[in-house]
T-cell receptor, first 112, second 114 residues
Framework: QQQVKQSPQSLIVQKGGISIINCAYENTAFDYFPWYQQFPGKGPALLIAIRPDVSEKKEGRFTISFNKSAKQFSLHIMDSQPGDSATYFCAASMKGAQKLVFGQGTRLTINP | NAGVTQTPKFQVLKTGQSMTLQCAQDMNHNSMYWYRQDPGMGLRLIYYSASEGTTDKGEVPNGYNVSRLNKREFSLRLESAAPSQTSVYFC?????????????FGPGTRLTVL
């Protein structure tokens, strides 16, 4: 049972453009929504995370937008750079839980 | 400070062989996890250990066993490997700080079962 659905599976963006990756969840008990970034041959690493009490969180060029009523959240990468080329995973967990449920992943390629 | 380490980095097995994947963390984290990563499937939790002495099944536990040897080490064992277990395996750890469940991942083990 996939509780977090991520799209698109792959994405190609030109340098300087905006990359947008979307996730939808089903369980309304989720209260923590992180995004992980994974470079080839490496393990994933936390990029940015949000809780549902805010609708947006920004860290540098990376922004999470959160829509609680639609049960959706998205990652926006502004001014995308070739160094952003990686696989991105959204995830979710419930309050106090130690398990994360991951989306299927998006392979992002930024063309120079 | 090495973070999360995994051994081996690569392994090729024949169907029916057994092996143990090793994981260790030096961040004094209570919780440790084993995931498998397959194309188009994301990261799927195999087993996790919320604290030393406890283990629980995740989403895809069949064909695997785990041991939380101590607070630092969490091993994953394949008793009789099958081609369907060909995957990249990641170990992770987390320590609940301010309620945030940031998981730190190791570099992975690429396993091929022939």
């Amino acid at each position: 049972q996939q509780q977090v659905k991520q799209s698109p599976q792959s994405l190609i963006v030109q340098k300087g453009g905006i990359s947008i990756i979307n996730c939808a969840y089903e369980n309304t008990a989720f209260d923590y929504f992180p995004w992980y970034q994974q470079f080839p041959g490496k393990g994933p690493a936390l990029l940015i995370a949000i809780r549902p009490d805010v609708s947006e969180k920004k860290e540098g060029r990376f922004t999470i937008s959160f829509n609680k009523s639609a049960k959706q959240f998205s990652l926006h990468i502004m001014d995308s750079q070739p160094g952003d080329s990686a696989t991105y995973f959204c995830a979710a967990s419930m309050k106090g839980a130690q398990k994360l449920v991951f989306g299927q992943g998006t392979r992002l390629t930024i063309n120079p | 400070n090495a973070g999360v380490t995994q051994t081996p980095k690569f392994q090729v097995l024949k169907t029916g062989q057994s092996m143990t994947l090793q994981c260790a963390q030096d961040m004094n984290h209570n919780s440790m996890y084993w995931y498998r990563q397959d194309p188009g499937m994301g990261l799927r939790l195999i087993y996790y250990s919320a604290s030393e002495g406890t283990t629980d099944k995740g989403e895809v536990p069949n064909g695997y066993n785990v041991s939380r040897l101590n607070k630092r080490e969490f091993s994953l064992r394949l008793e009789s490997a099958a081609p369907s277990q060909t995957s990249v395996y990641f170990c992770a750890s987390s320590g609940l700080g301010q309620g945030v469940n940031e998981q730190f991942f190791g570099p992975g083990t690429r396993l091929t079962v022939l």
